[in-house]
Every structure is written in C-alpha cells, then in structure tokens.
C-alpha cells in the first residue's frame, strides 16, 4: 500500500498569513502541481495576489528542452509578466522584484546536485535577501528518498549552474531542506520559510507515495530514470549518447560505434548489485547522434535498494573509454573554459589519464560520510 503523503502545496494552509495580502511572484514548473492535479500557478492566483512568474530552464509550463535558453515573454493562460531566470540571467534582478513582497517556489527536484533548478532557487533566495524580500518554499520530497548519500564532493573552483556547491551528487535532502542547508552554510541569510510535508520519511521513493509523477523535466520520465541519473549524467560531457532523444533518457547509453553485446557481456561479468545491462539498438529523434543508429546498453534496476548509479555511471563510461578510440570527451566551446565533464564531475580527475574508478570512489568516500552525518541537522523528517 502506497504512504499517503502531502506536498507543501498540499499544505498552504501553514503559510497562509505570510501570503496572505502580499503581492507574490512564483518561481515553479508543471510539478509545481497540488495532490489533486491543481497548478500551484492556479492555487495562488485564485487565492492570493499573484503578481508575476519566474521561468527556469524548461520554461514554467514545460514546453523548453533542456540547454535552451528562456526568454522574458506574457503567460498565455494568466496573463502574467514571464521572468526568465535560465538566458542571459540566472539571478533576479532588482527591477523583476519592485511589485514583490514574498517570493514562493515550488519545483519537483531529483535529488542530484547537477540540477539548474537548485540554483535558480539559492540565486533567488540570494536575490531576496539582497531586496528585504521574504522567501516561501513549498517543499517537496525527495523523489530518491532521505537516507542514501552518494557520489563525489564537488570542488569549487568548478562551480557552475549544474553544480554551485560542495555537496554529494546524490544529497539526501527535500528541496525545503537544501535551501535550508543552503541559506545557513553559504550564510545567504534570507528570511526563509518551509511550507512541510506530511506523513514522508525518507525511505520512501516518490512511487511508494500516492503523489502524482509529473516529468520533472522533459528528459526525466520516470523515477528509474532518476535513480541511473546519479550516475549516467556523466555521459553527458562526453560524445557518448545518454539515450537523449528516445524514449529511455539516461537508460539508454550508446553510440554507432559501440558493440553492445560486448559491452553487455563486460558489463554484467562485474556483477553489480542491483543492475543488469542488455544490449540495446536506438536511433535518437534529436541530440547526439540524431537520425543515427546507435549500440549500446540499456541499464535495468533489479534492486534499488543494492543499486549504485554513481559508481555504474563510472564503470560504464571508463569501459567505454578503454575499449573505443572514438570516444572522447567534450571540448570547451570557450578557450579558458573548463570541460563539462568537470563541471558535472565536480573535479577535473576524470579526466586524468591514471583515473582509476575503486581509487576514485574511495577517496571521496570519508567527505561523503562526512556530509549525511552533517546534514542531520537540516532534517525536518525522519
């Protein structure tokens, strides 16, 4: 039987005299959605003084894919100013805010530290401080649950938009919670407020709740895909295909010249907990190698209660490496830039020609540890 929980939005009710006669604006997207399937856009310009909207990548109603650049324009449905925060900038200017007295988001994450939307939200929050505006977080949860911390630390000097702060790749934080960790560790200091959920406690995956599963973005169609997110983001900064463009984002991992059934075969004799690998034929509609038959693997969850996406992700690309000439990281559009490898990585040690994936994980085990220990305090829920 699924849990029967609540999203913030479920539970407005809490912050109902911080909205109440205030002039709002929302930052949100289509899983900014109550228990009943009612837009929090809806929710709020019906029950309270909702003044604009702020769109991140994807765009508020979902209709943007990922990379592409969102424009300030009029929502067809409300009527409603359109503040892009995902073009030419990612933080809210002061002139956005002059007919906002409370800042509200409310956004689905996926639990993984190379997110836009996690940024959006701490550059707003930063925004707010800076303009004496009060910040409300309709907190969701953690579609990947509480507990399980996993992945490699990002190192600063490589902070970017997929990846601002020195946290795991998986984080085992609600949104509520991060921006709470966020807000004190960072020492943004804004005057924040958590609407909670209720009856979540963190082992639960957002499909053993009676939530309703809305696309957390356009290339994130199912939590399976959440969970292989952790780890198969990686090809993504390689010219490897990471399924974009099929039905099987992050599932599917291929190129044209990739022997699937020796990869497979690879694969599967590592015995990983938790994971089969299938040899797998697709032809993206768009992205890498669009209109292209490609071979590869598709990943199976056997048990994601064993699974480890991260070190999967690692193992996977570092035998596709080893085997194939033509795999190759992608460059820098910009001389001086870093790779996105390492933006997404957190570190350039990928990179390195001696990078071992045992080594690797271990080293960054101690500072992982460290972090789910740290972020106890943060915890609204058990």
């Known amino acids: 039987m699924k849990a029967h929980v609540n999203n913030g939005i479920d539970n407005i009710a809490q912050v109902d005299k911080l909205l109440k006669g205030k002039q709002l604006g929302l930052i949100t997207t289509p899983t900014g959605i109550s228990k009943d399937f009612r837009s929090t856009i809806d929710i709020l310009n019906e029950n309270y003084n909702l003044s604009a909207l702020f769109s991140p990548e994807h765009g508020v109603r979902g209709d943007i894919q990922a990379g592409e650049k969102v424009e300030t324009y009029i929502d067809d449905i409300t009527n409603l100013p359109v503040y892009s925060l995902y073009g030419s900038t990612k933080k809210i200017s002061q002139d956005m805010l002059k007919n906002i007295e409370v800042m509200v988001f409310d956004i689905q994450d996926v639990g993984v530290r190379h997110y836009t939307f996690l940024y959006t939200m701490t550059y707003a929050m930063e925004s707010c401080k800076e303009n004496g505006i009060k910040f409300v977080v309709l907190d969701r949860i953690n579609p990947l649950g509480g507990r399980i911390v996993d992945g490699a630390m990002l190192d600063e000097k490589f902070s970017s938009f997929v990846g601002k702060y020195s946290v795991p790749t998986r984080y085992g934080l609600t949104i509520g ?30 499909d053993e709740t009676d939530l309703p599963w809305v696309l957390p973005s356009p290339n994130i169609p199912t939590i399976d ?62 992205s890498k190698h669009s209109g292209n038959l490609c071979k590869g ?11 480890k996406p991260f070190e999967i992700g690692l193992q996977l690309l570092y035998e596709i490496k080893r085997l194939y000439k033509e795999f190759e990281w992608i ?7 870093h790779y996105f490898i390492d933006l997404l990585a957190g570190s350039s040690d990928l990179r390195d020609p001696n990078f071992n994936v045992e080594d690797y994980i271990e080293r960054n085990k101690e ?16």
């Open 177 to 206: 919670e991060f921006a709470n960790y966020i807000n004190q560790k960072e020492n943004i200091g804004c005057d924040l407020h958590v609407a909670k959920c209720s009856r979540w406690d963190r082992n639960l995956y957002f």
């Open 331 to 337: 460059k820098p559009s910009k001389q001086n830039e």
């Open 225 to 286: 895909t959440a969970i292989l997110y952790t780890g198969l983001h990686l090809f993504e900064g390689t010219n490897v295909s990471e399924g974009r463009g099929t039905t099987k984002p992050f599932e599917f991992i291929g190129a044209p010249w990739i022997n699937g059934e020796d990869l497979a075969s690879i694969m599967n004799k590592k015995a990983m907990d938790g994971a089969y690998f299938r040899p797998v034929y697709f032809k993206p509609t768009f």
């Open 297 to 307: 693997v598709q990943v199976h969850i056997t048990d994601r209660s064993l699974i």
């Open 367 to 382: 500072a992982v540890i460290n972090f789910a220990k740290e972020k106890e305090q943060y915890h609204i829920y058990k």
